[in-house]
């Protein structure tokens, strides 16, 4: 059996979800880690056996055995890396957001074109169980015509400081870390339309709410008070096809709970993926509410994981193409970039 020899370059909480789902595949060889901390990419690779240990991507990159690499590291570095992959000869899996920038993803795209190289981008909910659920109902047409959507994920206290609220490294805060997930997976249930226009608004009223006490969330392995990232975006995204989205996230909020809704409707039925897995339809008359039976109805970000992995190591092995192609990053980044400049401009962004 042919084996795809990895490289993973970063070594924060990330990475471990890669490092985790290639250890599990019996078709990749774990060949490589970098990171800045060399004390960190060691403890990983000591954890992982991995035998190389790089803190200079591009010494990494110069390794002629490593076919494919992960790119786990800030967003601001994720353009420049992943272009100097793709030219070093290596095949792409970069985290999300593909970037910062639509220039930069342009530029992405550009050179995976000009290389013949393959870069995923690391929509992670694409690849959940219940997505491919509601993907068949939705390829089968029995949902019809999906001309709407709605995305909510809110934390009413989970602004994970570090590097995440620090806009010149992430590039933005909810929008960018949270929103891009929820805007990505509508859009791909939704069939990829051409984005038309978008009006966003961002706020910036609470910040860290470091003084809050006695309720837990994450923090970043470089967690710090600096932010200058919004606390909550909200945004009504209108397509070619006439279809629309609205989204709202958020790092911190006023609200009574944490939130997340991903919701679909087409005028033969709608569906749910969040908070749990729902099919909604008609027969003979009658409003009927469907609950698979599986596993699982809410997202299962291990599964996931490993599916996003497999299919990765898969396409490098076979040469066709990933389900989230860098052409979907790029449209990506269009709807996330538009959504800041409204908000900046105050006025709807038209493609």
Known sequence: MSKLTVGVIGAGSISEQHLNSYERNERVKLN???D?????????????????????????????????VSICTWNNTHAEIAIAALK?????LVEKPLCQTVEQALEVEQTVKETGKLLQVGFVRRYANNTGI????????????????????????G?????????????????????????????????????????GNTYAKLGNRSNVQNLSF???????????????????????????LMVDVSFTLHAK?????????????????????????EKHNTIINVQPQVDSLTFDFVQAFQSEIDHFVGCCLSGEQPISPVADGV?????????????????????
């Not at 070093?88 to 792409?92: D, E, L, Q, T």
């Not at 509601?134 to 206290?157: H, N, P, Q, S, V």
């Not at 490294?169 to 929103?179: A, C, F, K, W």
């Not at 980044?333 to 709807?348: D, N, R």
Request: hydrophobic fraction near 35%; include cysteine; charged fraction near 30%.
């Open 32 to 34: 490589a880690i970098c």
């Open 36 to 68: 800045l901390d060399e004390d960190r990419a060691q403890r990983k690779a000591k954890k992982y056996g991995i035998k190389k240990v790089y803190t200079n991507y591009h010494d990494l990159l110069a390794d002629s055995k490593i076919d494919a």
């Open 88 to 92: 070093a000869g290596k095949h792409v």
């Open 134 to 157: 509601i993907k068949k109902f939705l390829d089968a047409g029995e949902l019809g015509d999906i001309y709407y959507a709605k995305a909510t994920c809110l934390r009413r206290l």
């Open 159 to 199: 602004n994970p400081g570090g590097w995440f609220s620090d806009k010149t490294r992430s590039g933005g805060g909810p929008l960018i870390d949270l929103g891009v997930h929820v805007i990505d997976i509508c859009w791909y249930l939704m069939g990829r339309p051409k984005v038309k226009s978008v009006s």
């Open 218 to 244: 994450y923090k970043s392995a470089d967690y710090n008070l600096h932010n200058d990232v919004e606390d909550l975006a909200s945004a009504l995204i209108r397509f070619e096809n006439g279809a629309s």
């Open 257 to 281: 709970k944490d939130e997340i809704s991903v919701k679909i409707f087409g005028d033969k039925g709608g569906a749910e993926l969040e908070p749990e897995l729902a099919i909604v339809t």
């Open 331 to 351: 449209e990506v980044m269009k709807m996330l970039c538009a959504v800041y400049e409204s908000a900046e401009k105050g006025c709807e962004i038209q493609f």
